[in-house]
């Protein structure tokens, strides 16, 4: 259900409202003229893979440096799968263009990932009710269907998509789901530090770069490993991400029943 008490499905209520049009409309010039666009202009796996392994280090991009992995299992709980995984990375790259304003503490930028976080876990869910009402366990079959976007894309927004994430499929539209609260939540959580104006700006052109991210990472990167592992556990990936490490099972630091795990779910060092 949608939580803003309507009581419609998520997906048919505050997914597809128009209100945001104009914070992408702003922070799309804004973008350009502060040059945030991290990802844009990429031209190949080389390229980025490069950019990343560089601005990980450097600046924790897509280590867990706004948002720890250990905060974010506090928040979540266990079990934590692929796609915990990648929403983390996200909630790390919101961060990192929150940061390059100028404008917040650390320690602000993580409670407000935290408030994003929480509408990320309602839109998870509906991304998984929808694979589960399918009745197919074959994940990937699902994210290679071919789809008609006009209910989600009637308010612009996939205008707004780089050309690898207009494919009409179920892949891009998920996609889609997991990004909407970094314009639908995101600018509430900032409007708490600042103007509703300066909120929108940010939170804007951290929408597109996430949309910049998704295309050069997920879809040319990694092929979308975490949406079609989308329900494995993914506690090995989650504790490989930054330099400290989660509790290991496999040293009897933390129990497999703790974390919901078994011993085939645990990846080689």
């Known amino acids: 259900m949608c939580p803003c008490g309507s009581g419609k499905k998520y997906k048919k209520c505050c997914l597809l409202k128009e209100n945001n049009n104009e914070i992408i409309e702003e922070a ?10 991290l990802f844009e202009g990429i031209k190949s796996e080389e390229e980025f893979l490069n950019l990343f392994q560089t601005k990980a280090k450097e600046e924790g991009i897509i280590y867990d440096k706004y948002l720890s992995k250990f905060k974010y299992v506090e928040e979540t709980g266990y079990p934590v799968t692929y796609l915990d995984y990648l929403i983390l ?9 929150i940061n390059e304003f100028n404008v917040l503490k650390k320690t602000e930028i993580e409670k407000i990932l935290i408030k994003v976080l929480k509408e990320m876990k309602v839109v998870e869910k509906c991304i998984k009710d929808v694979i589960k009402e399918s009745g197919r366990e074959d994940i990937e079959s699902i994210l ?5 976007l006009s209910d989600f894309g009637k308010n612009g927004l996939f205008d707004m998509f780089p050309k690898k994430l207009k494919k009409e499929t179920m892949l891009n539209y998920f996609y889609g789901m997991i990004s909407r609260p970094m314009i639908s939540e995101l600018p509430k959580a900032l409007s708490e530090y600042m103007n509703k104006e300066k909120a929108a700006k940010i939170a804007g052109t951290v929408y597109l770069d996430i949309l910049d991210y998704i295309s050069n990472n997920c879809q040319t990167g ?4 975490c949406m079609k592992k989308m329900n494995e556990n993914g506690y090995c990936v989650l ?3 930054g330099e ?6 496999k040293k ?3 129990s497999y029943e703790e974390i919901k795990a078994s011993e085939s779910d645990m990846q080689e060092d």
């Not at 990375?89 to 263009?97: A, D």
């Not at 400290?244 to 099972?249: A, D, E, F």
């Open 28 to 37: 799309e010039e804004f973008s350009m003229t502060r040059g945030y666009g």
């Open 89 to 97: 990375e996200m909630l790390n790259v919101c961060g990192y263009v």
């Open 144 to 148: 290679k269907e071919k789809m008609s």
């Open 222 to 225: 990694c092929k979308n490993k």
């Open 239 to 241: 504790c490989k991400m």
């Open 244 to 249: 400290l490490r989660l509790k290991c099972p």
């Open 252 to 254: 009897d630091e933390i």
